[in-house]
């Protein structure tokens, strides 16, 4: 079982920034990617960035030129930097780790952390 923890969430104003952390007990090499997911209340769960083994990354069209994501093989931890932070950027962010196997994928979830952006 890998846990996935994440952190850097809270309360920021409009135009503002944070930075996510994500850190998994398995060492991030064995990981196919790593990626960010939020749900909005109401709303269903959505991709916001995600980066490959060999660093690939693709993000969603409403965080492109604001986010990015990153991985540290040495800490074991994956990073989303967030800037220009919007209202529609609150959302329950959650870390993933998808694992790809010959003839199988699977994914671990972190417990999530909650980014507010308001004034």
């Known amino acids: 079982q890998v846990q996935l923890v994440e952190s850097g969430g809270g309360l920021v104003q409009p135009g503002g920034s944070l930075r996510l952390s994500c850190a998994a007990s398995?060492?991030?090499?064995?990981?196919?990617?790593m990626g960010w997911y939020r749900q909005a209340p109401g709303k269903q769960r959505e991709l916001v960035a995600r980066?490959?083994?060999?660093?690939?990354?693709n993000y969603a069209d409403s965080v492109k030129g604001r986010f990015t994501i990153s991985r540290d093989g040495a800490k074991n931890t994956a990073y989303l930097q967030m800037n220009s932070l919007k209202p529609e950027d609150t959302a329950l962010y959650y870390c993933?780790?998808?694992?790809?196997?010959?003839?199988?994928?699977?994914?671990?979830w972190g417990q999530g952390t909650q980014v507010t952006v308001s004034s």
């Open positions: 993933n780790a998808n694992y790809k196997r010959p003839g199988v994928q699977y994914d671990y």
């Open positions: 398995d060492n991030i090499r064995r990981i196919n990617a």
């Open positions: 980066i490959t083994s060999d660093n690939t990354t």
